[in-house]
């Protein structure tokens, strides 16, 4: 994934302050208001008097013995400060006043119960968690508490609201317009309810199927609470739940390209979908079935991704983004198109549809216009992704999730991707159907097509002017253009193969081979295995030896030639050999597994030249993982790298020469200078046919092809430091000799 891919978390995230004060909907300035414990009452400012200086006064008609001890705050958002330990703690001579001013930086965080010494210690309940700190208090004349009048329900509730009216009177000319509900059974403690000039509020975040029994009293604007109250009782209903599927889809196929619709098949879908990418999501992903119709269930909904094939180019082709959401309780979804190309931010544009009570339980429909994610900078080139984000926790249902266009395409292509061979010259060709005229053109100079114009129905060649002469693939963008639609066609010329690798030259009668031309196998290869996302494939070399074309797409990937139908007992060898052809800097690695239990145990092949072959002769002393009496699999990982590299050549053998004995020395091989500086004669009285130097780890770092008596071989690009030169002649025969380098 771009990312991949790339994981987006909204967290909400609260100071627990308590029960008493979370239900209150807004910031309020508390300047005198009343808080009250039993038959206990006090009056609680908050305010900021002065930059910086945070100020709460609590009041009281009877004296307080003091601030409970117990009371501590955040300052500059670092916790464990004591109230009346703060230099700015006040407490007037009759002790019906306490004063703390609090210097910070930020609005302190008050977070434990707020106990005042009455002289008993009295619980008042945690601070208040709706504190408007913004400008200071100013003593008010209206001391006179307001008279509750009525409160009836209006309408009928829903499963999670209810709409209310509310009276009161007071002695100002004002209306009475804050009112506080309690309803101890469902822990709605002191929950503000806010009503416009004719008494009207909605009572949001009910449970469904419950029974309330609410208190209601009146709070006028200098905070005085009607002694008496108003009483009112309702339940709500069920919570929705879906039993229809969402309206079928009208637009036509040729103009849709759907992520996921029931109604939407073939080339009108995109391929290769994952509705459930492992992002990191707390999301449950599921699809459930009403009638024959498929939809997507969100459970614990707080963002999912959904990923396919790049539809390219939407912003071209389509208009419109389209998708049909039911929910109950959802306040809130936000649309990610993802795409694999453009500004590295662009899987943050998005566009947020929001839901409110009157969306819940039906299905509705949304159309996103495509011009809303393009004036956002997001190019719309290729989307290859889609991420939705809920508010969490809630439960959504998706259907119909297609981008679309009300211009129906009259230009139609025959294919969307196209391959021509390696060779200079090679062609292809592909259809257009239209009506109408039309354009076509190459992004690359290397592939022209037999016709840049025309009008009405054609067939185009497409022909690689020059022959591939890299060892990957390349690709050329095609655009045929007409009558108001664009359609891209992806051209891709094979890559030049390599010739074959280096013939070995050991003798049979010491080989046992699992994958190469010159041997006969020692063991059946059943396939070759992808363990994970290594993908092996035949190929033929330009000089018509067999091999294996190895692609990863990244460090990790792994895969093994296997043949557990007849296992390898290689106890009696000495090496391991292998031929490789990286098409970039990678690191290869090969690890032993056996029919018997087998721990990890990767050996570097070293240092690899990309774009030649590098021959490989690994001691098999390196696999200390197995015990190298019934090998299953011989396994091959890209660490560090992935790319594409060739491989043949993979056989064990004997090597009697080990260390620096040498059992043909009376062939009169020699190695000389010893210690030698940079330059290296190897003679021998046989034709010689490769000389391979080899570091103490066994790793080749030089290979040497030659059909002679004698060569200098330039030492000077290997680091000082003991090496083992293996000198291979033509009729088998081996010697290893040990020398120092300078």
Sequence with gaps: MKKITRIFLLIAAMVAWGAAFSDVNAAQQYCHKTISSGTNTIYLSCETPSTGNYRITIESDVAMANLSSGCYCNINGVGGNQLINLAGYKRSSDGKKI??????????????????????????????????????????SDVTKPVMGTATVVGSPTFNSVALNLTATDDVTSPVINYIANDATNSITNKALVTDASGNVTVTGLAASTSYNLTITAKDAAGNVSANSASISFATPAMPILTTSATAPTAPSTNVMSIFSNAYTGSAAVTNLNLNPGWGQATVQSTIKIGSDDILKYSNFNYQGTTFDHIYPVSTNMKYFHIDIWTAEETSVAVYPICWTGAANEAEKFKTIALTSADYGTWKSYDIPLTDFTSQGLTMKDVYQLKLVGSGGKTVYFDNIYFWTDVTPTL????????????????????????????????????????????????????????????????????????????????????????????????????????????????????FSNWWDMNFSDCTFASGDNGKKVVTTEAGNCGSPTFVGTPLDVSGMTYLHVDVFPLSTMDIGLQFVTITATTANWVSLGTLTANQWNSKDIPLTLFTNAVKTDLKQVGFVTTGSFGTFYMDNLYFYKDAATGISNPVSDKGISCYPNPVKDQLNVSAKTEINQVIIRNLLGQSVKSILMNGLTRTIDLSDITSGNYFVTVKLANGQLSTQKILKL
Excluded: H
Aim: proline share 8%; with cysteine.
């Design 99 to 140: 004063t703390i001013d609090i210097p910070s930086s930020s609005a302190p965080n008050l977070y434990t119960p707020l106990y005042v010494l009455m002289p008993g210690e009295v619980n008042f309940g945690t601070w208040p968690n709706d504190i408007d700190w913004t400008g200071t208090c100013t003593a008010s």
């Design 412 to 527: 139609t292509v025959s294919t969307a991707a196209l391959t021509v061979a390696q060779p200079a010259a090679s062609s292809n060709t592909f259809d257009i159907t239209t009506a109408s005229g039309w354009t076509v053109a190459s992004d690359q100079t290397w592939l022209t097509p037999s016709s840049t114009s025309g009008t009405g129905n054609a067939t185009i060649t497409l022909t690689a002017a020059t022959a591939n002469t890299a060892y990957a693939p390349r690709t050329a963008n095609v655009t045929i253009t007409g009558s108001g639609a664009t359609k891209t066609i992806v051209v891709t010329q094979n890559p030049l193969l390599p010739a074959s690798a280096p013939a070995p030259t050991v003798l049979a009668s010491k080989v046992k081979s699992i994958y190469s031309d010159a041997y006969t196998p020692a063991v059946t290869v059943t396939e």
